[in-house]
């Protein structure tokens, strides 16, 4: 079967095109296979990049230490991290309370309750 293809063009920094075909050489793949791809699979992906599900952080006490998985809404469970000391786990908390806040100030957010609202629907 004959399929038709069309050429099409990128202008790419030399340091960026170098970077391309190592990473095609290294893969054994040629340039323009691995673009077609990229474009193909950009096209065909989801609008939606997030999927539902929540944050799980369990403490292990043989090991003094915690992991951090992933609890998807279809049952099954992704481990993100493992192994993470007390002190990891509370720096990123106090850094996560703290970005939190920032984005809280940003949005202008008074209330506890109230959630981020697009300008566009109250302009």
């Given at each position: 079967?004959?399929?038709?293809?069309?050429?099409?063009?990128?202008?790419?920094?030399?340091?960026?095109?170098?970077?391309?075909?190592?990473?095609?050489?290294?893969?054994?793949?040629?340039?323009?296979?691995?673009?077609?791809?990229?474009i193909l699979e950009k096209?065909?992906?989801?609008?939606?990049?997030?999927?539902?599900?929540?944050?799980?952080?369990?403490?292990?006490?043989?090991?003094?230490?915690?992991?951090?998985?992933?609890?998807?809404?279809?049952?099954?469970?992704?481990?993100?991290?493992?192994?993470?000391?007390?002190?990891?786990?509370?720096?990123?908390?106090?850094?996560?309370?703290?970005?939190?806040?920032?984005?809280?100030?940003?949005?202008?957010?008074?209330?506890?309750?109230?959630?981020?609202?697009?300008?566009?629907?109250v302009q």
């Amino acid at each position: 079967m004959t399929r038709n293809y069309k050429s099409r063009t990128v202008k790419l920094e030399d340091v960026h095109d170098f970077s391309l075909r190592k990473y095609c050489e290294q893969r054994g793949c040629d340039v323009s296979t691995f673009i077609r791809e990229a474009i193909l699979e950009k096209m065909n992906s989801n609008h939606v990049s997030n999927i539902a599900g929540k944050n799980k952080i369990e403490y292990r006490p043989k090991t003094d230490s915690f992991i951090w998985k992933i609890e998807l809404d279809s049952g099954e469970e992704q481990i993100v991290l493992e192994n993470l000391s007390p002190d990891f786990v509370q720096d990123l908390q106090k850094q996560l309370s703290f970005e939190l806040h920032k984005r809280a100030e940003s949005l202008s957010k008074k209330k506890k309750s109230s959630v981020a609202v697009p300008k566009r629907l109250v302009q």
